[in-house]
């Protein structure tokens, strides 16, 4: 298991564009976010590419590709075929194999995103495949997943506690989930979304336009 943090100064030295990941549990939204990220890079001027991770299809991807937020053949799909925390942590080949082509394609690509299947708590990313990583919970799932200590929710450079136009309906107190999940995370980054409304989404953009292209 990688445990190594990701602190950017002990990014690989690979040169080409930034990797990102996105994991987090089935249906906490990371394929909306990455809907809505797709305009808020392109109104920032970022050149992006998308890798997504299925276990036996490549839904995610099409479904990006019928979005028409992003040229389809920016959208490459990895069939991870089993636990889809093995291909980003254990043996992230396929997922650099397809971060490589699109960068091979693309020339001018400056971020890919790599969405990871949905997963449990502990799934956490290789630093060997992305520079910096989010794990996307959502307020559905119970407002106790940031107390449960899961490696995902501490370990990532970037917490998004998804889906805030759903607390009232299933009564979570919003406020002290927010508040569990920072004390988890010892004050490391967080982000509130509502990926309907869009909330949330523009300083997500803005965050990883700064630390991680630094611009
Ligand atoms: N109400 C609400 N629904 C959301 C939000 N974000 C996503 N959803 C819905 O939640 C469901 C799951 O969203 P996805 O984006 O497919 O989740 P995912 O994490 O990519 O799912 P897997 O790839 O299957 O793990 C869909 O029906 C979305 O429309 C949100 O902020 N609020």
Same mark, same amino acid.
């Given at each position: ?6 602190? @950017?100064?002990? =990014?690989?030295?690979? #040169?080409?564009?930034?990797? *990102?990941?996105? !994991? /987090? ?76 082509? @699109?960068?091979? =394609?693309?020339?001018? #690509?400056?971020?890919?995103? *790599?969405?990871? !299947? /949905? ?88 965050? *990883? ?7």
């Amino acid at each position: 298991m990688d445990t190594r943090t990701s602190s @950017l100064s002990q =990014l690989p030295s690979r #040169v080409g564009a930034a990797r *990102i990941g996105i !994991g /987090g549990p089935v249906g906490s939204g990371k394929t909306a976010l990455i809907e809505r990220l797709i305009p808020a890079f392109a109104a920032r001027g970022v050149s992006l590419a998308i890798v997504t991770n299925d276990l036996v299809t490549a839904e995610d991807a099409e479904r990006i590709r019928r979005s028409g937020l992003i040229d389809p053949a920016r959208v490459a799909a990895v069939e991870a075929g089993a636990c889809p925390h093995t291909v980003i942590r254990e043996d992230p080949t396929l997922n650099i194999a397809a971060a490589d082509d @699109l960068e091979a =394609l693309f020339p001018d #690509v400056e971020l890919i995103l *790599i969405e990871s !299947g /949905g997963d449990n708590l502990a799934s956490t990313f290789s630093l060997d495949l992305v520079d910096w990583w989010m794990f996307v919970i959502d307020v559905a799932g119970g407002d106790d997943i940031p107390r449960k200590n899961g490696p995902g929710v501490l370990k990532c450079d970037l917490l998004v506690v998804n889906k805030t136009d759903l607390a009232p309906y299933v009564g979570v107190d919003l406020a002290a989930m927010a508040a569990q999940a920072a004390t988890a995370r010892a004050g490391r980054p967080m982000a509130l979304t509502n990926c309907r409304s869009n909330d949330g989404v523009d300083a997500i953009a803005d965050r *990883i336009v700064s630390d991680v292209l630094f611009r």
